[in-house]
């Protein structure tokens, strides 16, 4: 979604609006780190330990599984930690206690908070019971910034913050990168760059990739997702669609979430709201949540709190469980309803086991 300021009050480098937007199993083995140089790649490239053991979540066909063999529906919320949570010492805290499983955290390279901040926001996850979806905003609709994103996600630092959680984690490369020029030839060679220089870094963690056009056009995903999984040595992709256009027809959604079945495409619903990005329409959110649940498809509601009370997307008024706005409270009725977690904490649906 393109970002909206309100009140003319932008935040910094990110305009107010939807677009401001237990313990940790340590395996026992030690990272080992290699130092490489590529005259593609300038600088030192760290790679995270290769062992053969499975580092946590896994895609097989279209369907996420932890490191367990339990079937995973990410189901949850985002959260805009960065400028006014730091750490996400409320908003995770009380996300958890809807039940949600997932949770994606908004960060961006600039300004620069430090990285203990952003490994405070993955510990927060973790220990709530949750995996964590860190996203990165600099190329949202700018496809120029996507190889930026894929520079900061490879210093040896936060590679070795990927590797402390990396049980728990999905990547998302880069929040909504391009607009709608972006051609697909263009989308296709820059994943395929961006999945090899993470994979070479030693990541093996899921890989998110979001749809082109700010997150709206599933065509993206539709036509490349089985070429880029195809590339992937890991075979470790998620896709993940942001219906945020105006007036969208039930067809479409079910169009898109049939399409992905049918070809095997593991898609998840990144974004949502129960209104459009100026909140000039009312979108068909929850039959949007109950056809992608039915077909075991994941989904994150935005956004937990903006940046403003007035943020008319907020589904919380002060950070805290409980504080509803009226969306909000439909929201969280069904992220308890529906959402999963593994075994002996897990809330509606049994957990499935890999076949």
Request: aromatic share 10%.
């Amino acid at each position: 979604m393109r970002p909206v300021s309100i009140d003319g009050a932008p935040a910094p480098n990110v305009a107010l609006g939807k677009r401001i937007g237990a313990a940790i199993v340590w395996v026992c083995s030690v990272a080992v780190w290699v130092v490489v140089s590529s005259c593609a790649t300038p600088g030192p490239v760290a790679r995270l330990r290769t062992d053969s053991h499975p580092p946590g979540l896994r895609v097989s066909g279209r369907h996420l599984y932890d490191a367990d063999g339990n079937r995973v529906v990410p189901i949850g919320a985002n959260v805009m930690t960065k400028y006014w949570d730091p750490g996400g010492w409320r908003s995770i805290s009380a996300l958890a206690q809807t039940g949600a499983n997932t949770v994606r955290i908004f960060w961006k390279i600039e300004p620069s908070t430090g990285l203990d901040a952003f490994e405070r926001n993955i510990r927060n996850a973790v220990e709530h019971g949750m995996f964590a979806m860190p996203s990165l905003w600099e190329a949202t609709g700018q496809w120029s910034q996507l190889e930026r994103c894929v520079d900061w996600w490879v210093q040896p630092e936060v590679l070795e913050i990927i590797s402390r959680y990396e049980r728990h984690l999905l990547l998302n490369i880069a929040n909504e990168a391009g607009d709608a020029s972006v051609s697909m030839r263009q989308f296709e060679s820059g994943y395929r760059r961006a999945i090899t220089r993470l994979r070479e870094a030693g990541i093996r963690v899921p890989l998110v990739i979001d749809a082109a056009n700010w997150g709206r056009d599933e065509s993206y995903i539709l036509q490349t997702a089985t070429a880029l999984i195809a590339h992937d040595p890991e075979r470790n992709l998620l896709f993940s669609w942001h219906p945020w256009d105006d007036r969208m027809p039930r067809s479409r959604y079910t169009e898109t979430i049939d399409a992905a079945v049918a070809q095997e495409i593991p898609l998840i619903i990144g974004e949502f709201s129960h209104t459009g990005v100026f909140y000039n329409s009312t979108h068909d959110w929850r039959f949007l949540v109950e056809y992608a649940t039915e077909h075991d498809i994941g989904w994150l509601a935005w956004v937990w709190r903006g940046a403003d009370v007035s943020d008319g997307h907020n589904i919380t008024t002060n950070y805290l469980y409980g504080n509803w706005t009226p969306w909000g409270a439909q929201v969280v009725e069904l992220i308890e309803r529906y959402a999963v977690r593994g075994p002996g904490t897990s809330q509606g649906r049994t957990p499935e086991s890999r076949p």
